[in-house]
């Protein structure tokens, strides 16, 4: 690499800031950078490909950074985003915070304007204070100035995105880091290969023979897995923790597949019955949000029976929304080793009242779904579409399955079964629309798997430019829109009288599959199953970019998806 390095008149190679941070991300085993160029960064996309890193180029900052926190949820080490000053900045900045609520590890590099003009508010090219803005919402947030402090900047935000909870991290990169060059030898040593970057926490004895008790007193457990437990990658333990405990358990949408949503154990088409009824529950890597009504109200049965064991890295969440009687703080790999190791040899299932009860419901439910699944409505709805995409990845299971939008989201999680954990991304605690195309395009990069993006077409249009990115890089990604003309569906009407369409509603027929014909992808237009069926097949054995506009019935599903209730102006009407 000596030839890359600017040479001085005294002989002494030296090294500037741009190679600094390659090597300082390269030492680091970090050789993807997801982001878009412009002033100041355009020569690090240049020289960090230059150098062997692979740079995939956005249409858009906020993909770029989804990009990035998707990789950092698959691979356990932070993704990069590279954006410009202010506005690619504050463009990349949503998908900081949403990796951050979401505890993805990602660092967001932005390159900035100078600190003197800045702090004296004298007007500079894209002049934001982007320090200051962006640590509200994120992990962490550091600023170098100096090329000799560039490793322990990156080392710091390396440290800060994985280790405990994981989650977003900002580094400031004045223009100026960048050309500033110092002696090569010098320079390399004050670069930092971080060691054990994301230590391990072992749990205390007393919290697992808690915890362990606890679980031993209950009738009616329950085990509720969530995306914590996928990006812990104790694959294995998790499998053995319920098969030999043999309590039902539950997966939070991003943690389906981390047992086969098949297996006998899963108590998913239970889910409100196991809710409600469950004595103990043990949280693995979920938090008591919203997405768990906050762990009471009528979803959880009668009040005050139910007692919890959590199981974190992060001890703040424990008591965050009701009484946990069983912390147990530490990461989750050494959780449930612990646990296992504590069972012993006599442990004893649970009761089979509780167990058969659950298998009975199950039965009945997916029974019900078979036969829903099994008809063939003209237009398709939601679940005509949707058993294609089920048996698809039923005979695929490394499939990468990417999911946004309301119904669309719903009923995917709900009816396309995954076999293979961290298969599955979607929209995340936030509820996000946006994350469709990158995290597309990082599953491809990432896994070099197929992806199928399974989008409502508000959905899509959030993130839709990228298709030309998936072009650009030929990713194995089939984008499935499901069409039904709008926002939840195509059917409102505007009451006032006017020429306008009413809020909700888009153009009707729009033809989505000739946006990726633009850029040289295959788009095809499926209106029933069938043709569904056959695009579907063929864009994952010819791994070709593929964008399938599904014509969905407008009238299909409702507002909101199951979230209705959250919108009460909807609600009434329902
Ligand atoms: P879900 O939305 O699937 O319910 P959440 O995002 O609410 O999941 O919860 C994930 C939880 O997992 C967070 O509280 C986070 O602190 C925790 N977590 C993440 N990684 C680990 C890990 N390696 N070990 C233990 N806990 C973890
Ligand atoms: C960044 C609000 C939630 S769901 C949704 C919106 C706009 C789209 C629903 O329509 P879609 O799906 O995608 O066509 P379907 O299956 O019901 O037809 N802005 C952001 N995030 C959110 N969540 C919204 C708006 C919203």
Same mark, same amino acid.
């Given at each position: ?8 008149? $005294?002989? !002494?190679?030296?090294?500037? @800031? ?51 926190? /998707? ?21 990349? %900045? ?44 994120? +992990? ?6 100096? /090329? ?22 900002? %580094? ?53 897995? @969530? ?16 098969? +030999? ?40 890597? /979920? ?7 906050? @762990? ?9 029976? +139910? ?23 530490? #990461? ?16 004893? *299932?649970?009761? %089979? ?10 039965? *009945? ?15 398709? !709805? ?24 309301? $119904?669309?989201? #719903? ?96 153009? *009707? ?26 695009? %579907? ?23 909101? @998806? ?13």
């Amino acid at each position: 690499m000596a030839e890359k390095i600017v040479t001085e008149s $005294n002989n !002494n190679p030296t090294i500037d @800031g741009f190679h600094l941070v390659i090597e300082a991300l390269k030492l680091n085993d970090i050789h993807t950078i997801f982001g878009l160029p412009g002033i100041p960064i355009t020569d690090l996309t240049r020289m960090a490909q230059a150098e062997g890193m692979r740079v995939i180029s956005f249409r858009h900052e906020q993909h770029a950074g989804n990009a990035a926190a /998707a990789a950092g949820f698959l691979t356990q080490k932070p993704g990069i985003c590279l954006t410009v000053s202010a506005p690619g900045f504050l463009n990349g %900045l949503t998908s900081l915070a949403n990796a951050t609520v979401n505890c993805f590890p990602m660092i967001l590099i932005s390159g900035s304007s100078e600190r003197e003009i800045v702090d004296l508010q004298q007007g500079d090219y894209e002049e934001m204070d982007q320090l200051a803005i962006a640590k509200p919402l994120c +992990k962490a947030a550091y600023r170098v100035l100096h /090329a000799q402090d560039i490793g322990v900047g990156i080392a710091r935000a390396i440290r800060s995105a994985v280790s405990g909870r994981p989650g977003g991290v900002y %580094l400031d990169f004045p223009a100026k880091l960048f050309s500033q060059t110092m002696d090569a030898l010098d320079g390399r040593q004050s670069l930092i290969k971080v060691v054990d970057p994301a230590p391990r926490q072992i749990p205390a004895a007393d919290a697992v023979q808690r915890a362990l008790d606890l679980l031993k007193s209950a009738k009616r457990p329950l085990i509720l897995l @969530g995306k914590g437990a996928a990006y812990a990658q104790a694959d294995a333990d998790i499998l053995s923790l319920v098969e +030999k405990t043999g309590i039902p358990y539950l997966p939070m949408s991003m943690a389906k597949g981390l047992l086969p949503d098949t297996h006998p154990q899963s108590a998913s088409a239970a889910r409100s019955y196991v809710l409600a009824e469950a004595d103990v529950v043990m949280l693995v890597g /979920a938090r008591l949000n919203w997405l768990l009504s906050h @762990g009471k109200g009528k979803t959880w049965g009668a009040p005050n029976a +139910k007692q919890f064991i959590q199981i974190d890295i992060e001890p703040k969440e424990i008591d965050s929304n009701v009484a946990i009687a069983a912390p147990l703080i530490g #990461d989750i790999g050494s959780c449930v080793s612990a646990l296992l190791a504590g069972m012993g040899s006599n442990w004893t *299932k649970p009761p %089979l009242e509780w167990t058969k009860g659950i298998f009975e419901r199950k039965e *009945k439910n997916l029974s019900k779904m078979a036969a829903t699944l099994a008809l063939n409505p003209s237009p398709m !709805n939601f679940h005509s579409a949707l058993a294609v995409v089920r048996n698809m990845v039923a005979a695929r299971p490394d499939i990468m399955v990417i999911n946004e939008g309301a $119904n669309t989201l #719903d009923f995917t999680r709900s009816i396309v079964d995954m076999y293979e954990p961290r298969k599955r991304l979607d929209v995340g605690t936030w509820g996000i629309m946006g994350i469709g195309m990158g995290f597309a395009v990082a599953a491809a990069v990432v896994t070099n798997k197929p992806v199928i993006a399974i989008e409502g077409d508000s959905a899509f249009g959030f993130s839709g430019m990228e298709i030309e990115t998936i072009c650009r890089y030929n990713l194995p990604v089939c984008v499935v829109v499901f069409n039904n003309n709008g926002v939840y569906g195509g059917m409102d009407v505007n009451t006032s009288g006017g020429n306008d369409v009413a809020p909700t509603v888009f153009v *009707k027929g729009a033809r989505y599959d000739k946006i990726i014909e633009a850029f040289g992808g295959v788009g095809v237009h499926a209106t029933n199953p069938h043709e569904l069926s056959v695009a %579907l097949h063929e864009a994952i054995s010819s791994g070709r970019p593929t964008l399938i506009n599904a014509v969905i019935d407008e009238s299909a599903g409702t507002e909101s @998806g199951r979230i209705t209730k959250l919108n009460p102006q909807a609600a009434s009407k329902t």
